[in-house]
């Protein structure tokens, strides 16, 4: 195994824990439960890279990588923030997920990529969570809150008809109610860095009523597993 590298810029120009400060939708008798640590956000272009159009997968997981770099324990060899789009692509090769043609790609990727992506380079199972679009209310509900509660991890959402990724990092509401919300992540974002204020004013970065979502498409969550993993902050 490889570990992936960040290069041609630094990550310290990258915004950390832009949900910050944003106030949770009223959700009679549920509270919110969101991603417990520091995590990074990326985004189209974020790195010099111009992936708008098929990026989107790419830098969900490079979110999550980051969180699992800040938050856990990981096995020698594997403390790297976050892999760049070309090592997850000869990743892939590598376990025999894709053909060679697809390093150096615009090929996107999803859920099920997400996961090899994260155990290649982290060791970290994941859950793939397969929710019928009509189900939203209840399954993703609770999905979600078992997973933020258990493992405190943000999570890569993306669907059928609705292919657009998406990071989750939190949920308010009860199953089975119209009213409930995710705590959304759009890695859509292209050019300079915001500042955090800016990223929730223009919806970057958002709680999203369910019912805003394709309910004719089917949803995939990619649930990172950190049970047997300590986490460094709590």
Known sequence: MQTGTLTGFSAKS??????????????????????????????????????????????????????LFHNCDLPKGRHTLAP?????????????????????????????????????????PCKIAHVRGGDLERAVVEELRGHFERHGSPVMMGGGADNSSKGVLGVCGTAGHDDSSLLIVDPHCYGLQRDRPEL??????????????????????????????RHTLK
């Open 14 to 67: 990258l915004l950390t824990n832009v949900h910050r400060g944003l106030q949770a939708p009223s959700a009679p008798g549920a509270n919110a439960v969101t991603v417990n640590g520091d995590y990074v956000y990326f985004h189209y272009g974020c790195d010099g890279l111009d992936d708008r159009g098929w990026g989107c997968g790419y830098r969900t997981v490079q979110t999550l990588a980051s969180w």
């Open 84 to 124: 760049s789009l070309p090592d997850m692509q000869r990743a892939l090769v590598s376990l025999g997920d894709k053909p060679e043609l697809f390093s150096g790609s615009r090929d996107w990727i999803g859920t099920v990529e997400a996961a090899l992506v994260l155990d290649y380079f982290y060791d970290v």
């Open 200 to 229: 929730q004013r223009q919806g970057w970065v958002s709680w999203t009523r369910l019912s805003s979502l394709d309910h004719s498409s089917f949803y995939n969550l990619c649930l990172p597993q950190t049970g047997n993993i």
